[in-house]
């Protein structure tokens, strides 16, 4: 479970950035969002190799 919890604490660390471009505009938060994204993103990858890796040893 501390992986899921690794994407939770990523997700709800862009929340203010979300909100910070959406409803006000600010490109730099945007910047910020990418990055988080794309960190979330590697995390899935590493996340989805794991499972692979252990369900194909059992």
Known sequence: MGRFNQVQELV???????EK?????NNAAGTRI???????KNLA???RVEVQNMKNSK
């Not at 990418?34 to 979330?40: E, I, P, S, V």
């Open 21 to 25: 471009f959406y409803e006000k505009g």
């Open 12 to 18: 709800n660390s862009l929340e203010a950035d979300f």
């Open 45 to 47: 990858q590493e996340i």
């Open 34 to 40: 990418r990055k988080g994204m794309q960190a979330l």
